[in-house]
């Protein structure tokens, strides 16, 4: 089952790319999204599971959307460049390589989803707000710069 | 382990995907979607390891990275949305364009 969830995410993930036209590439993109959120709530990750399924295929493709009518049904031309493909095969047989050279141990332990709460606001809550000031920081960057390019260096 | 593996190999074969899509393809969406792929990889793998190997830290960055990704929808599709106002196209290469008639 997970073998089939997992090849079908990997297909609607090339074929989103694949697509000449914007709406067809898009619902690829929404089944991948909502398929990988399955999965994870097959894997006992409820929240995560339920986290990618609103915040991607809710939030994510509604923004992406609102960015399909802004270019219509077509993407348009462009040239492929070539060393894109090396690059990737490069990288993907040296990732490959790597998790099977470190030795694990395997614990099998199912955790709560108390737990999980727990852990991130432990840890990592003041790392959200930290990113969010990041995320900040570069959405007004953004602005400058287009505000930049529209209008020149004043 | 097995499965482990099995979810290991996917997520990079995802990253694979998501990263050719950044390297080769010159529009902004499809750009967009590669990069969510590539964190979307990386979630999967974080998911799985938590799953298989009971790191529960692993769920909290992955909880994180979500949260990052939604941040870099909203700047990316702003940028989208802006540079098709001023170009007319939704490719990344010709700003240099703009930038040089001005």
Known sequence: MSVLILAMVIILAVMSLAQTKTVPAVLAFISMMFLLGIYYILLDEKLLGLFQIFVYTGGIVVLTLFGVTVIGSKFPEFKIRPWAVAIVTVVLIGLMIVPFLIPVEAVHQTISLQQQVKVFTDNYSLIAVFMGVVAASVLYGSIRMLHTLKYGKE | ?102
């Open chain 2, 1 to 102: 382990m097995t499965e482990f593996y099995i979810d290991a190999i996917a997520a990079l074969i995802l990253f694979a995907v998501g990263l050719y899509g950044v390297t080769s393809k010159s529009d902004f969406l499809k750009i967009f979607f590669s990069l969510e792929m590539l964190l979307n990889a990386v979630i999967l793998l974080l998911a799985s390891g938590a799953y298989h190997f009971g790191l529960t830290r692993d769920l909290a960055i992955a909880y994180v990275i979500i949260v990052i990704a939604t941040f870099e929808a909203a700047a990316g599709v702003l940028i989208f949305i802006l540079t098709n106002r001023i170009t007319g196209e939704i490719i990344p290469d010709h700003l240099d364009k703009v930038v040089e008639d001005e």
